[in-house]
Nanobody, 120 residues
Framework: QVQLVEAGGGLVQAGGSLRLSCAASGDTICIAAMGWYRQAPGKERELVSNITNGGTTDYADSVKGRFTISRDNTKNTLYLQMNSLKFEDTAVYYC??????????????WGQGTQVTVSS
């Protein structure tokens, strides 16, 4: 059992910055990777960025060069630094963590979501 709590969303003008955080608690030892997803109105949920326990990162093409994912393993906290925000970044952002429970099988945990709104 893992609990995820996000913070840091809000309203920002285009070109501005926000930093999201996600605090993990519970059986965090099982976590293999953490990441951020987002869902805009009328669109499917999409992966924004993720990071493995080994520090390997991945980013959606739309955010490369603007967003940076990081993880403080001591605090079990995930961050997403978002710079040069665009109107198209407006979405509910969800923290994700998954545990490997078998060969090719993962169990996902999700935060409650935090709204990011970018005005133009």
């Amino acid at each position: 059992q893992v609990q995820l709590v996000e913070a840091g969303g809000g309203l920002v003008q285009a070109g501005g910055s926000l930093r999201l955080s996600c605090a993990a608690s519970g059986d965090t030892i099982c976590i293999a990777a953490m990441g951020w997803y987002r869902q805009a109105p009328g669109k499917e949920r999409e992966l924004v960025s993720n990071i493995t326990n080994g520090g390997t990162t991945d980013y959606a093409d739309s955010v490369k060069g603007r967003f940076t994912i990081s993880r403080d393993n001591t605090k079990n906290t995930l961050y997403l630094q978002m710079n040069s925000l665009k109107f198209e970044d407006t979405a509910v952002y969800y923290c994700n963590a998954y545990c490997l429970v078998g060969v090719g099988v993962r169990w996902d945990y999700w935060g409650q979501g935090t709204q990011v709104t970018v005005s133009s």
